[in-house]
């Protein structure tokens, strides 16, 4: 197959989710820009700068700029392991921000999962640059790491706005829903994939059976003291 022909729409199809991604934080973080903490400015900005050189490669790519695709591939390291030390700078203030602790709990838990899911897309796309498929498709699912907290708090909003801040759900039913989402939209690009290819690329059977485990767990995490215990021994030490 022409390399020209590989991904020839995915710089258009992660316009999308990229939209989902400012609108879910876009109360909590865009409206405030000028109010919230720096820290939050650095995870903030460079997370976006991140979504936005995964949708700019695959554009280059297509129209046979490797060089360029290469020298921001090679920025977009340092900028992997900004979005990687300003997200760990975080976390602490998870815990001291006031929230019901089986809340904040559940919400570190995700964190460290995305932050695993993240960093563990990277290096495997590091290993398979060489295999523009695999290459391409581990770097997807680095984007997809972070959708989680973007689309409960889109859903979130939107069921609150509808219903004059009743909303039906509690914060453990926004993670089950945002799991499904991305769960099902998982599926769907597999099975497009296998499809054209008759692939199964384990970059989302990752995601897929974390997304698994994590629906499984999350309940029992929320309320486990030995996890309290670590969190509040790691991050307030």
Same mark, same amino acid.
């Given at each position: ?13 992660? /316009? @999308? ?12 973080? =865009? ?10 400015? /650095? ?32 920025? &977009?390291?340092? @900028?992997?392991?900004?979005? !990687? ?30 932050? &695993? ?5 990277? =290096?495997? &796309?590091?290993?398979? !640059? ?5 290459? &391409?498709?581990?770097? !997807? ?46 599926? /769907?690009?597999?099975?497009?994939? #296998? ?5 199964? #690329?384990?970059? #989302? ?6 997304? /698994? ?25």
């Amino acid at each position: 197959m022409d390399k020209n022909k590989l991904f020839p729409k995915t710089h258009i199809w992660l /316009i @999308l989710p990229f939209i989902v991604v400012i609108s879910g934080f876009y109360f909590s973080y =865009w409206s405030k820009f000028l109010d919230v903490p720096f820290r939050q400015h /650095i995870h903030g900005l460079t997370a976006t700068c991140w979504f936005i050189l995964v949708i700019v490669q695959p554009y280059l790519y297509q129209k046979g700029n490797i060089r360029l695709h290469r020298k921001i591939g090679l920025i &977009g390291l340092f @900028l992997a392991g900004g979005v !990687v030390f300003s997200m760990l700078q975080m976390l602490p203030f998870i815990l001291s921000s006031g929230i019901p602790s089986d809340i904040a709990y559940g919400i570190l838990f995700l964190n460290f999962i995305a932050l &695993g899911g993240f960093s563990f897309s990277i =290096w495997m &796309g590091i290993r398979n !640059v060489k295999n523009i498929r695999i290459h &391409g498709r581990w770097m !997807v699912a680095t984007v997809i790491w972070s959708f989680q907290p973007a689309v409960i708090r889109l859903i979130d909003f939107s069921i609150r706005k509808t219903t004059n801040g009743n909303s039906p759900f509690n914060f453990t039913e926004l993670v089950y829903i945002s799991n499904a989402i991305i769960f099902l939209s998982i599926i /769907i690009i597999m099975l497009d994939d #296998y499809r054209k290819e008759k692939v199964i #690329y384990s970059s #989302y059977m990752v995601i897929c059976i974390t997304m /698994i485990l994590m629906s499984t767990l999350y309940s029992y995490i929320t309320k486990a003291s030995w996890w309290g215990y670590f969190l509040e021994s790691v991050l307030k030490s």
